[in-house]
């Protein structure tokens, strides 16, 4: 039960980390003044103006793990093992603000959010079973 509390908080912790992990849109570049008047041409005159493109939206959890996954799958075997899933976990958790853990604590935490991301029971973490993980409840 104890392990489930855990993994529950880790899932908690890791979401607005992920949401926070987006990347900034480029800032927008100052045009400078024209020198020259546009005259409109009869093609276009009296229809509307076009609109501005929409803001690019954040990316996605699955988005961003799917770009971070390679930089904490150390061997690039494809799935995490226990030490790089801690990684990663205890990366979150700091990104997210979190209060520190004692480290028998963290490695309870830790053992509970690998059980638990680890579906499949084969003593690694893949990428599809890490974004169920972390988007569990999102």
């Known amino acids: ?34 020198t020259t008047t546009m005259v409109p041409d009869a093609t276009t005159a009296g229809t509307p103006s076009a609109t501005a493109p929409a803001a690019a939206a954040p990316a996605s959890p699955a988005a961003i793990i799917a770009t971070e996954f390679p930089t904490y799958d150390k061997n690039g075997d494809g799935v995490l093992s226990a030490a790089e899933f801690d990684g990663w976990m205890v990366a979150l ?18 053992n509970g959010a690998f059980t638990t991301a680890d579906k499949d029971k084969n003593k690694a973490v893949s990428q599809t079973e890490l974004t169920t993980y972390l988007t569990a409840g999102a």
């Open 1 to 34: 039960m104890k392990n489930f509390i855990l993994a529950i908080g880790a899932v908690a912790l890791a979401t607005p980390a992920l949401a926070q992990m987006a990347t900034p849109a480029s800032p927008p570049v100052a045009s400078q003044p024209s």
């Open 93 to 110: 958790k700091a990104k997210s603000g979190g209060p520190a853990m004692k480290p028998a604590d963290q490695k309870v935490w830790l």
